[in-house]
């Protein structure tokens, strides 16, 4: 390589993890980023339209969503299951733009984040204004969060909150542009150079040594392969995982998921559905909660028969122990003992809020258990808190999403996933 020649970098997947890489490190790099999917789609057909075919039996498995909304993949398990997005902006574009801080297991492997929390503070449109704009529905829920000691917290939002047209679609795409993903990072490293290729679906890598010499794609059937200095996996907590895999790099039976449970019941009138998605959340041990209109649960559980329009749903969302597995074929993931306990805790907690909102007790329903959030496959360790590198890995090949995270949250994710790609990226740019 001449002196003057720009080093190369592949960049797998665009969503937290990947928008950060590709924005970063283009221009220190020539930057290539390879997408499975693509362009995103949100969900445009009319929610109540679509529910009045709930009696008909057709959604009969989680895994037609995909019929309506095409970025959108579900896996299942015994238990759980499992959404993520495909496209870009990855899962970013379905997630509901909350950006929490939530490094606490990072910093306890000395791994500081500060400085790159602080540069995103500045650079994404990170906001709790929203609160001036909520629906009657949702003050009334955040008071009585207040008067039952949960001590709610406004959720900071990736919004433009003039924008917001409260029709609480931030699940499955907003319509109006105000919800932030990273589609935007991806755009920006575009206009400096980098080239995108989308529809290519990375499915292993070649290396010698500890040099990554290829990676090889599959885009529309046909086999691809790519070269470059530097290779960031940042294909999700499920498709990173299986890419190593399928390159003979093992991984740990160690994935967590952040189940997701809905407790709902009839409450004529309430429009709940036009609410912010996750407005504010209480912070309990081991989980969140939070008011949350699952759609999943209300297309494909029986229980969820009620108009939108009359139903309260408050959401959990738990710290689940990191026992589990992948392989590209099979979700093997349960819930353990300790994981149902904490579960049943913040279930008792969410029919007392139903209840003093209206809701009798032997009208509450529960939702499907589901989630968003994989991870832990490759966990960081204290041995690796100034390199983010696993000594598994060959030296050239990096990942930068949430596979690389120690524990399970049992919040939302993404902020802290950027944090630490920009952490990454830093390493890569010396």
Not at 8 to 18: F, P, R, S, Y
Not at 404 to 412: D, H, K, R, T, V
């Amino acid at each position: 390589m001449s002196g003057n020649q720009k080093k190369t970098a592949i960049v797998v997947g665009t969503g937290a993890g990947g928008g950060i890489m590709a924005k970063e490190l283009q221009g220190k790099y020539q930057v290539t980023i390879l997408e499975a999917g693509g362009s995103f789609k949100p969900f445009s057909l009319p929610v109540q339209r679509l529910a009045k075919l709930r009696w008909s039996g057709l959604f009969f498995d989680e895994r037609l969503i995909h019929l309506f909304l095409p970025n959108m993949l579900v896996e299942k398990s015994k238990d759980i299951v499992m959404v993520r997005g495909i496209g870009l902006g990855g899962t970013t574009t379905l997630a509901t733009g909350n950006a929490v801080r939530c490094d606490g297991s990072l910093r306890e492997l000395g791994i500081d984040l500060d400085a790159q929390f602080e540069e995103l503070y500045r650079e994404l449109p990170i906001t709790t204004e929203h609160q001036q704009h909520w629906s009657e529905c949702t003050k009334k829920m955040y008071a009585l969060f207040e008067k039952m000691g949960l001590s709610p917290i406004v959720t900071p939002k990736l919004l433009s909150s003039d924008k917001c047209a409260e029709c609480g679609h931030c699940a499955i795409g907003c319509p109006t542009g105000a919800k932030w993903d990273t589609r935007a990072l991806i755009d920006e490293a575009v206009a400096k150079g980098a080239q995108l290729v989308s529809g290519c679906r990375v499915t292993s890598l070649k290396y010698s040594g500890q040099t990554v010499t290829e990676v090889i794609a599959k885009t529309y059937g046909r086999t691809r392969t790519f070269h470059a200095d530097v290779i960031v996996l940042a294909a999700g907590g499920l498709g990173t995982p299986v890419i190593l895999k399928n390159s003979g790099i093992p991984c740990s039976q160690h994935l967590f998921v952040d189940p997701v449970l809905c407790v709902a019941g009839p409450r004529p009138g309430l429009h709940q559905e036009r609410q912010l998605l996750m407005p504010f959340i209480s912070q309990q041990e081991g989980y969140i909660l939070s008011p949350y209109m699952d759609y999943l649960s209300f297309f494909f559980n029986k229980k969820w028969r009620l108009p939108m329009t009359d139903m309260a749903s408050v959401m959990i969302k738990l710290a689940d122990e990191e026992l589990g597995s992948y392989d590209g074929k099979t979700l093997a993931k349960t819930l353990s003992a300790a994981d149902s306990t904490r579960l049943e805790r913040a279930v008792s907690q969410c029919r007392e809020i139903l209840e003093r909102l209206g809701v009798p007790v032997e009208q509450q329903f529960l939702g499907t258990v589901n989630a968003g959030h994989p991870g832990g496959m490759l966990p960081l360790t204290a041995a690796e808190k100034d390199t983010l590198h696993s000594p598994a890995l060959p030296d050239n090949l990096f990942v930068a999403d949430a596979t690389i995270l120690p524990q399970a949250m049992g919040n939302p994710p993404m902020l802290t996933i950027m944090a630490l790609a920009k952490k990454i990226a830093d390493i890569l740019r010396v």
